[in-house]
Each structure stands twice: as structure tokens, then as C-alpha cells.
């Protein structure tokens, strides 16, 4: 009897025990490898990375993809029987030229899901001091910035690229850069617009003249054919392409700690949204799924929908399909201004408790290598470096590039607008009890903007 | 004429039931079928029935690759880990539960049937808040400061046992109770020590009720796919059932991959085992279901 | 002398196997006690501090977190609403449950079959299964409304509606549940004496008479045992939210449970999760003695 107790809680002592010490053994050794290379680095930035046989370990996600992933992507190419798409020949670059540059860098390269899913394992690493190399994101960056998580970026990386494509901490300091990004444009179906008897040419230039066509078009569909509107998809999807159309208006939804969603004018942008939303399908235009509202507009085939809210990378999907199809900027309110939102940014930075800083660095230079970039023009994407912004001379043919690119010029294309406390949930209401409650019912829209404005206005307390 | 009604009420018997379990299984189909797809063409069909047109079962060797091992074993590592040490715990303590006169007994009679009434919402968060600040562990000094505890490990899957156990060990006591002292008196007397009285004479004579505990706590540990979901962040530390789960959830944001013939792929693959475990123990895991309520 | 002598011999058997017994049950029960009792304590100190978990120390904020729940209607609509979707899941389940349990309770060479079949949906997990219905409900391409549009009726739009996501919780919910509750039910219907069956047909009784005043009360203690755990259950539910409807249409199927995990899982707001946690472990347990309560009672009359 005695025996067997005894035996048991050795068991259970000994695996207690090498568990506790594994693990510690693995810290210790880990922090004293990576303190080593930090000294080294520091005093010798690039160099000493370079020629050192010390493995250094990043962990990354968004930056390249394993192989595993790699062969899934040549996998699906092959079954759909087309080419790898400029995107996976962006990974895979960059992938490859880590390893032929810092062949010292043993790299994870990880997949953490997009927004929330990412948001929420990055977060948690970083507040439990196991940061990983490299942060991404795109909603979320710029509150990863206001709350000083994120070390500054050094100055020729924020020397070739367009301001717009930058996040700042609060002292001003830019700390995330976006490799590629996009702004909004409106993406049309000249055929569908010709047989509802309309200009195809003529693109709409305000938002009457865009209710008008797109009423027309829904009018002559038979419930085939709709003109379609403004998506509010309840999650950052929606947001993101209300945005735009909100700061054309002069408006935005607050930020920091104020919010302001009981501003008239946001609320008749509400209800221009509402008002175009009649214009999709019954569930198409807020469904958590974006994928059928965009292989509705794109399929050649199947294309039922003559106007579509999207960043240039849509144009990829259009080119291959051989569809007419046109673009122009989005519309403009009475007496509006020109106001767009940055989408499709892939925002990377350094956490401020990573190892290796300079290492982490030098993977965004490789986002960030020239010729790399090309794979974004490619697809449709403006990319953030200053030589392809401000000229358009690796695409000269390409309207919808010239367009973002025109947008983004200025440098002064913002994201998403923050919140300083609670800003996930402030953004879950904004997102499905704003836009979506907008779209699914015919509340009144000061009813649903009041409610939502008290119940965030807890949040902010 | 009687007959004939008796006759016609057990046909209709047998195709209401053939319905159901048409209803039952339904998803099961559905996922199997779904996963022959690929991507593209399963986005395209929305159909009840997703028949493919050219079977593909790449979606089913997913879970085998490299991002799909590790999960994989780790369920299997979990599972056993928790079988044995609940099958044992609850020999052991069941064991001395039933057979030994002691003071304070009754005092954790009564923690045991507690404890199952707790609702385990009052437990959730607070775990997390511990698992998070646990001594000397990831990086933690002594008081809990400093490091991220168990968030993120994997030990996070292995170490924790929650009174869950008790009621195994109830169940243990209760079919020792029924069972008369008389062997184990005998085996005593014949010289029998403690040891040998249990493995030679108590568990042979127990084994169905063992199985009923092993069998039942395999497939909960199989299928608690929310404790790795929610501590561990990295797919290679976490479970097959987890990893599916954050896929699953994904579904509902804004995260562009809405693979679902891989989802359904994995899916099919992580049902195998608690499947085979139930057509196996069915017997035992039904049988502790309706002895857990009629006893409990 | 003699008598003495062996009274001390049994006292002191007695002891050693109380040491004994100490010897095996203590360490078990302090290694499980660390797991379950201590969060329980941590649960109920958490509500009143302001802590993020995993940098810096738990500030003590008093009553905060709780005037923060009870102020704003946010928290206790969602608490209300735990309560009626779980509600009408328990309901659901166990009235289903129970007619399956009757349509089992036939002998018949394919029983064992159908027994198995209505079971298998609870060995896969929630999360295994729940991609099949976002699948099917997907409002534009979705399984079944493609299939509505080919019968020529017009598709429903499940998640503008929250009567709909509340129905397809609830099957979700019964679908993977109504199994285990059957089979504990059957179980309850193969014990009670086919003896009393037997006298009540000698006696004239008709089938319902038999139901009344045989079958119900020898279920008497099932259902107790049913309905108490089944409400302890659903008064946590959120897996099956999150991974239906996900609180939408627009927060409408949120339920507190959710936003429970929520706030501490995602946003490291510790103290408004413990708050919100001791206030629905303490809602449910007054549910559970109320019903408890009612049950007995009704025990007594009989």
C-alpha cells in the first residue's frame, strides 16, 4: 500500500519536477542566446547578423510562408489550373530572399488567422513578454501604436515610403508601415449599365447621380440584375467601406474618447447606406461572408451586380475574367469632400519587447525590397514605397492603379479611426449594431444611433 | 385486424425513425461530401447535397501534414494522459471512499457531490487569471510575477485537474458498495496485501464500471476542444479539436479564409477516434450516461 | 481485562485505517482542490479589482465593476437573455429528448441502431460540427436557401432575423443534446416495474391512466435530475453562440456567458469578467434551488 503512494507521488513529483525544469532550461537558455545576438547586433546592426553562425529564431506572422504553405498554394494554383497569384509570388519572394540574405535567421513563419483571430494571439503574447519578431495587422495597428507597444521604425525605412502608409505612436513617431495597401474606388459593369439603357461611359460623380443608375439598373434587373451599394458586412468589412463615404460627408465616428454618432450628417450618411443597400440581393450586402457579394460583380458568367465599393485589387479578378468593366473614384456627396480610408493594408511592425530588434527590422526591409514590391502592382495594389507612388511609370496602362495612387499622393489617407479604451468592443457595436442594424431593419436611424451612442459612451467612461 | 394496425404502427415506427436519423447524421454526410470539394467549386455550389464533380481527398490528408501532426498527436497525448489518471484516481479513491471507516468521510461525501452542482462559469475566467500567474511557471518567480504562467504552454493540457474526476470517483464507490466484502476478506486472510487485494481481486470484478470511466472521460477529453482553444495560441502546442475550432470561429469574422472543404476535411478526420471509442465502449458510455443520472 | 484489551486492538485498527486512508485521499484531493477550489476563491475576489492578468498587479476598485453591470441595461439584457435562449433550449431538449426516449422505448432488432445514430452528434465536438450549419445558412448561397429558390420559394435571410438565429441555435443545441438526454430518460423507462404495467391492464386502466399514474412518477427523480443539470448548463451556454450566430443580428444572440468570455479571454478585462461571472454563478445557483425547491415540494405531495 505504502508502496504504491509512494510510487505514485514520485510519479507525479518526478514529472512535476521535469516539467517545471524543462521548461525553465529552455527559458534561461533562450533568453541567453537572444541576449547574446542583441549585443552583437547593436554593436554591428546588419553586419553582424550577416556573418554570424548563431541561428537567430523570428517568429512572424504575415511577412513569408513555410513550406508547407507553399506547396498548398502551388496545390490550389494547380487544381483551379492558373497561375500562382501575384500575392503568393509576393510570400514566396520574400521568403526566398530572407534565407538567401540572413541565411543566420531561423524563421517561423506563422498563421495566426486575420483581424480578431490575430489581434487576440498577438495581443496575448505580447502582454505575457513573449512578443513575437514581427506584429501585423490592419484595423488594429493603430491602437498597438497609441499604446506605445510598438519601437519606432528606423529612418530609411520611413525614408522610402508614402506617409500615408504609416502608423505614429502619440510622440509622433511613425512605427508601423504598411508594405502594400489600398484605397476605395468604384468598380462598375459597363455591359450591365448599357442593357439598363445607361451611359457606360459616364460614370455616376456624386451620390444622387450613383443612386439614380444603380436604382435603374435594380429597376430593369427583374430581380436578376442589381445596381448594388454601400457593403456593412458586421465586422471590420463593414466599417472599413462606410468609412469613406462618412469623411466625404466631414464626418467620422469619433475616436479617442469621444463619440459621435448622434452628428446629423453621419446620420444621413446612414441613410444613404440604407437607401443603397436596396439596391443587393436580400443578405448579400451585410453577410458576415464578403466572398459571394464579390463573386456576384466579378464572375463573367454570373456578374448580376453593376456596381461594386472596392480597393484596386479588385481589378485583378476583372483582367482575368475579360469582363468590360470600368472604375472611377467614389462618388461625392452635395458639398462633400474627397475623403477615402486605407483597406487591404498589411501593417507590419517591431514589438518594443522583441528580441533581436535590428533582425525584425531587416525582415521589413525585405517587404519592402523594390523589386519584390512589383508583385503588388502586379494584382493592383499600390505599394508603399515613394518611387511607385509618385510615378506611375511601372504602370503606365493601368487605370485603377493610377487612381489609388492619385488618392494616396497627398499622404493623408487614414485607417480606421482608434478608440483609446475598449476599442474591439466599441468597433463590434459600430459594426453590427450601426451599420448591419442599418441595413437589416427599418428602425429609425436616430433610434439606433442613440442606443448605440449611449452604450459606447459606457465603454469610454 | 388488430394485427394489421400493429403491423402498419411499426413501419411507420421504422421510417419516422429512418427520417431522424437522416436528420442526425445529416452533417456528418454533409462534411464528408463537403471534403471532397475543393475551395472554389464548394463556394460555388450551395447545395443540401455537395456532391463533387471530381472527388479530390486532399482536404483529408490535411490533418497529416506538417501543420496537421502535431495537433493530431497532441490530442492523442491528452487523451491518454487523462484516461489513465482518472481511471486511477478513481480506483483509488472509490476504492478507500467505499471500504475504509475514517474521520471525516462524510465531510467529503459531501465536497464530492458539491463539487458537481458548481457551475463552471464561476471557474472560467478565475482559471485563466491562475493558469496566467501560476508560480514558476513561464517565467514566473514565486509570487506568480513576471512571466506568462501557463497561458501559452503546452503543460497548460496536461497539468490541470479539475474536480471533474469526483464524479467517477462517486461512481467507482457506488459499484464497490454493491460489490460484498467477502472476497477481499478472503484474499486478506489468504495473505493479500493491499496491492494485491485491488489488481488480483477488487478490478477484475470492476472492470465494466472501469470501462465506463475510461471510455467516457477519453471522448471528453478528445472533444474538449475549448481548453486548448482558449489558453493555447500556437497550432503546433494545441489539439486537433482546438485548431478546428479556431477555424470554426473564424468563419464568422472578417479573416478572409473561409476554407470549408479543409474545415470539413480536418473535421472528418478528428471524428474518427471518438468514434471508433463509442462504437467500441458503446455499451459503457451509454451505461454511464443513465447510471450518472439515475444515481447522481 | 480481556474485553478492554481487544477494544483497544479495534481502536487501534480503526486508526490505521483512517491514516491510511488520509494517506491515499489527501494528496488527490489538495492537487484537485488547488484546480477548482482555488479559482473559486480568486472568482469571487476578482469582481472587485481592476486587472489585465498578465503585466502588473490587480488593483482593488471596490464595487466598480458591479455598479457598472447593474448601471447600464447592457449586462443585464444580456443576463436576461441567457436566461430565455437557455431556457428555451432546455425545453426544447428535454421535451424532444422525452419523445425520443418513448419512440425508443419499442422492441425492435433495429433499436440498438437508432440508439446509436441519435447519439452520434455528441461525440463530435461543438466545433466540429457547427461549419456544417454556417455552411447551409449562408442568407445569399447557403445549402438551404438554394434549396428554397429551386422549390420556387422565396429565401429567408436567417441572419437579418433574431428569431431565426435564436431557432437555429436552439437546433444546433438540441440536435447535438437530445442523445444523451434520451438515452438517461430510457433508462428511466426500463426501470420502472412492467410489473405495474401488467396490474394496471388487469385493472382497466387505459394507456393514458398508465402514463399518469405510473410512468410520471417513476421519472420523478430523471427528470429532477435532467432539468437541474440541464439548467446549470444552459445558464452557461456560448459555445453554440459563438460559433452560430456570433451575437448576431447585431448583438441581438449575445448572451452574458459571451460576453463573460469576451471581456476576459480577448480583452483582459478581468474584473468586469469576475464581476459578471460571480453575479450568473449566483443567478444560477438561486435557478437551480428554486427549481430543486419546486421539485421537492412537489415530491412531498405525492
Redesign the interface.
Known sequence: MKKLIAMLLACTMIFTMTACGAQKENDTTETNKENETTTEATVEPTKAAETSTEKIHLVAPKVGLNEEQIQLEKDNAAAENRELSPSANFYIGVTEKIAEQYPNYEMEYVDWGWAETLDQKQRSLILSGNAPSIVAGETFMPVYASSGMLEPLPQDIVDMVNPSFLIYDPQGRPVSVAYKSSVFLLFYNKTLLKNAGLDPENPPKTWDEWKTMSDAVTASGNGEIFGGGVPSFPHAGGSLRATPFFRQMGVDFGGGLTINLTDPKLQQTLQFIRDMNANFPAGLGNNSDEGPLWSQFQDKDKGTIAFAVNGSWQKGALVNNGFDWGVTALPLPEGGVVGNCMVGAVYVGVPTTAENKEDCFNLIRVLLDQDLQKFWLKEGTPSALNMYIDSSAEYPDDVTLQAAAEALKGGAVKGLTTFDKNDAQVWEIINTKVLARTTMTNDPIDQICNEAQAEIENLLK | MNKVLRKTLKIVWVIGMLVLVVFMLYPFIYSFLGALNNKRDFGNMGTLLPIPKKAEFRNFLYAFSKTGIPPLINTFARTTWYTFWNVLVAIMLGYVMARYEFKGKKLFLIFIICSQVVPSVLTMIPSFVMMSKLPFFGGNNWMGMGGHGLINNPLVLYLPFGWGVLLWVFLFMQSMKSLPKDFEEAAEIDGCNFRLTLTKVVLPMQKPILAVIAANTALGTWNDWFTPFMYINRVKDSTLPAYIGMLATSLQEMSGDRDFPKLFGLSCISIIPPLLIFLFFQKYIIQGIASAGIKG | MVMAGRQERVLTR?QR??R??????L???L??AI??L???V??LL?GFTD?????G?PKWVGLKNFK?FFG?R?YIDLLIRQMWMGGLCLVANVVLSFL?AL?LN?K?P?RG?????????N??????????????L??????????FKSLGMD?I????SQFWMVFWIIVFFV?RSV??AA??W???LQ?IDASLYEAAKVDGASKVQQVKYITIPGLR??SA??L??GL?GV??MF?VV??I???????KTDVL?YR???D???????GM??AA??V??LV??LI?FVAFFIISKGDNNE
Open positions: 480503526k485505517q483512517s491510511r486512508a488520509y494517506a491515499v485521499i494528496p488527490f484531493f492537487y484537485i484546480w477548482s482555488l479559482p473559486l480568486i472568482g476578482l486587472f489585465n492578468a498578465l503585466n498587479l457598472t447600464s447592457d425520443l419512440a419499442v425492435h433495429l441502431f437508432f440508439r446509436t445514430s441519435v447519439y452520434i452528434p461525440i463530435a465536438a461543438a466545433a466540429i460540427t457547427s461549419g456544417v450549419f454556417i455552411a447551409l449562408n442568407p445569399f448561397n447557403g445549402g438551404l436557401n438554394m434549396f429565401p435571410i436567417w441572419n437579418y440536435w442523445g444523451p438515452i438517461i430510457l433508462g428511466g426501470s427523480f430523471i435530475y435532467i437541474l443539470t446549470i445558464m452557461q459555445d459563438m460559433l450566430s456570433h451575437g448576431n443580428p447585431y448583438g456567458m463573460i468570455y469576451r476576459g479571454v480577448i480583452s483582459f478585462n478581468m469578467a469576475g461571472s460571480t450568473l454563478g444560477t445557483v437551480a
